[in-house]
């Protein structure tokens, strides 16, 4: 399978735990989202990588969250002293990059975190 | 940041033509129009993406006016299987939006 994989794929975890989750892109793409979607709602942007270099973060994106990607392939998104409001589908994605237009992004299919 | 505003819910019947627009009234010059299908418990998956005119493949068309004001997705003689919620996405470089979702559901 050569699409996006994310692990876990769910989560629980007690009220003020960090949990930290993995996402593996598309090899060729060096565009890597990371999207929170709570039921009922659309995907919010939460940040976003080109390459290794983390580009745009969303003000949703609060100090107890932090993304990195090593050497511009895998992500980890990590959320610290996790809250009640953190429990969401944490949605992947990966894309071609290039300054001239938009590509498609492809997307994981998501880890789900309950927070307790 | 682009705003998209969406129906919440469409009905269809199997065969029929379904054209869901999306508006987004304060698109920017750059950005770029995506629509995706999502299923219960997925991430959401590929259908098209254009920024003017028409677009078309193989399983939809997209219809984006001169404004740009609005787009809309056109799903050729819908099957049973196209019950899903379709989200619309503009953007460019690192700013996307996706509109609230469209939850079409396909009646024998």
């Known amino acids: 399978d050569t699409g996006v994989s994310q692990d876990p794929r769910h989560k629980i975890t007690k009220r003020g735990q960090n949990v930290t989750f993995r996402c593996d892109p598309i090899s060729e793409h060096n565009r890597l989202y990371w999207y929170r979607q709570t039921l009922g709602q659309g995907p919010e942007f939460l940040t976003y990588f080109q390459n290794e270099a983390q580009l745009e973060k969303s003000r949703l994106l609060s100090d107890r969250f932090s993304a990195e990607r090593p050497k511009g392939s895998f992500s980890t998104l990590e959320i610290q002293r996790t809250e009640q409001g953190d429990s969401a589908m944490y949605l992947c994605?990966?894309?071609?990059?290039?300054?001239?237009?938009?590509?498609?992004?492809?997307f994981g299919p998501g880890t789900r975190l309950t927070v307790t | 940041l682009a705003k998209t505003t969406q129906p919440i819910s469409m009905d269809s019947y199997e065969g029929q033509e379904v054209n869901i627009t999306c508006s987004h009234n304060?698109?920017?010059?750059?950005?770029?129009i995506t629509w995706y299908q999502q299923f219960p418990s997925q991430g959401p998956r590929f259908i098209i993406q254009?920024?003017?005119t028409k677009v078309t493949n193989e399983v939809a068309s997209l219809f984006i006016p001169a404004d740009r004001k609005s787009s809309t997705l056109s799903l050729p003689r819908v099957s049973l299987s196209d019950t899903a919620v379709y989200y619309c996405l503009v953007g460019y470089g690192q700013n996307f939006v996706f509109g609230p979702g469209t939850r079409l559901s396909v009646l024998p």
């Open positions: 304060n698109i920017a010059t750059n950005d770029y």
């Open positions: 254009g920024y003017k």
């Open positions: 994605a990966s894309s071609s990059g290039g300054w001239d237009r938009v590509y498609e992004q492809y």
